[in-house]
């Protein structure tokens, strides 16, 4: 077998256990929960929505009164989801948690397969398993609600579309079928949550190389013309069912008056229709309404909005816990409260710590605008070590923009990483926030850290002998390999 065919063949055996772990981690959720617990919260509505879609009655609801009307309030992504899951399992919450279980194994692969590009063997198979056994990502397996199977959903583009950079133009055949594939998924992820949509011009980017000459913008066309099909008969469905046009939901006028609201202290409050609307039943001409009066409020006090930006944020990234809180919602005679707590607890420390390294590893590394990178870091620590962290995810997306590797295409995994956090970030300063929406974050917060970290371990122990990235069009790194690296290069996951 060649070298090459040898290296791919362990790469997949590398993605392989990685898929195994995650499978297997969840599934022990999967069998505590198992029958326990009820949809709660949003999962309600998911719950019934889906049961609908799968007796082939629509993306409907079925009114008191026996009225029924088509709907687009929620995204029609993950209730679909759980259509299929009820059709092939039987309509009973566990079968949302087996979908969850095999969704949230392919998330990790797909980070694992993201960070393999550019990071050596060691600390790609390191990220991926940071994903397998993040905490907070396990512990929300049992919830029936859109944040964890969105977190998975999002690694699965930037996969496709790295593999599509990687095939280059001697397989172009190839490279265009993984563009589309990649646009397919990144237009499922957004009808699952429609704010996706900020990392599409990312998710096309990472599918070619640099220069942007013409020929190598075919490929992130593609991604982008593909993840359109998947959009734009849904949005066709919505402008017939509703006679105005709605992208995916009809619902972000009323997240942008929650969001206006100091009441809220930055998180979800009920909603009090405003006069002008309260008349006004149409789904998506209600949301409208809503719209129009959130920014005419915003436009009126814009810094009595910015104000609100700090709780917003502090309510999304300050403290872990999503998936305990959701359990105890759902089974309040079930789980203890001390439970939600010491779970949450450890759930805080873990993403924190993961926070905490990657700000230590980005700001000391060598590379330009050295000073500014060490005062960024050292300010956004010292968040870590009181209630409100969240202004170090804010410091840990500058470094990843400022690093000196960030204007290269040798390792993927930052761009995603900051691109991810930076669009989680900007959404809930705009609308609201919930500790749930920062699951999207987590996962590669969690990969770049332990992906950096066995670097620089790895940099210590060797002798800065780089290890071989992996081949990507453009990234123009050629490397010389010594008996220890290729020592290095064969040896064993663990």
């Not at 879609?53 to 029924?68: E, I, N």
């Not at 229709?273 to 039943?281: F, K, L, N, T």
Request: net charge positive; proline share 5%.
């Amino acid at each position: 077998m060649s070298a090459h065919g040898t290296d791919e063949s362990t790469r997949t055996g590398d993605l392989v256990r990685t898929a195994l772990v995650a499978l297997g981690l969840r599934l022990v959720v999967v069998a505590v929960a198992w029958n326990r617990f009820s949809p709660a919260d949003d999962g309600v509505f998911y719950d019934v929505l889906a049961r609908r879609l799968a007796t082939g009655a629509g993306y409907t609801w079925l009114w008191p009164d026996g009225v029924v009307t088509p709907v687009a309030h929620y995204p029609v992504g993950y209730p679909a989801m759980l259509a299929v899951a009820y059709r092939a399992l039987g309509e009973h919450p566990s079968a949302a948690l087996l979908m969850h279980a095999l969704v949230g194994a392919v998330g990790a692969v797909a980070v694992h397969a993201v960070a393999s590009y550019g990071f050596s063997r060691r600390a790609a198979c390191f990220a991926g398993m940071a994903v397998a056994f993040h905490p907070a990502l396990l512990s929300y397996t049992p919830a029936v609600m859109t944040e964890g199977v969105c977190s998975a959903l999002v690694a699965a583009p930037f996969a496709c579309a790295l593999f599509a950079r990687e095939c280059g133009a001697r397989r172009a055949g190839l490279r265009l079928v993984a563009s589309v594939i990649a646009g397919v998924l990144l237009g499922g992820a957004c009808l699952v949550r429609p704010q996706v949509l900020l990392l599409a011009p990312f998710v096309a980017a990472l599918s070619t190389g640099t220069p942007l000459e013409a020929r190598r913008l075919i490929a992130p066309a593609f991604v982008l013309v593909a993840a359109a099909c998947v959009l734009v008969p849904w949005t066709l469905r919505n402008y017939g069912a509703f006679g105005r046009p709605v992208l995916v939901s009809a619902n972000s006028g009323w997240n942008l008056l929650i969001g206006t609201d100091a009441d809220g202290n930055g998180g979800w409050r009920a909603l009090e229709a405003p006069a002008e609307c309260r008349e006004v039943w149409g789904e998506a001409d209600k949301d409208a309404c809503f719209g129009r009066v959130a920014r005419r409020r915003i436009l009126k006090s814009p810094g009595a909005w910015l104000s609100l930006v700090p709780s917003k944020l502090a309510v999304t990234f300050d403290l872990g816990g999503s998936g305990p809180s959701y359990l105890l919602r759902a089974r309040p005679d079930l789980v203890p409260r001390t439970f939600v707590l010491a779970l949450g607890g450890f759930e805080t420390l873990v993403e924190r710590a993961t926070v905490l390294v990657t700000l230590l590893v980005l700001a000391f590394e060598a590379g330009g605008r050295r000073r500014t990178r060490v005062a960024i870091g050292a300010v956004s620590i010292l968040f870590l070590l009181v209630r409100h962290a969240w202004p170090a995810y804010a410091g840990l997306a500058a470094l990843l923009v400022l690093g000196e590797r960030a204007k290269s295409s040798a390792q993927p995994l930052r761009v995603v990483t900051g691109s991810v956090l930076a669009a989680t970030l900007v959404t809930h300063a705009v609308f609201f926030g919930a500790g749930r929406y920062a699951l999207l974050a987590y996962p590669w917060v969690a990969a770049m850290a332990s992906a950096l970290l066995i670097e620089a371990q790895r940099s210590s122990t060797r002798g800065h002998v780089p290890e071989p990235a992996s081949g990507l069009e453009g990234a123009g790194a050629t490397v010389t390999r010594s008996g220890a690296s290729n020592a290095a290069m064969s040896a064993k996951c663990s």
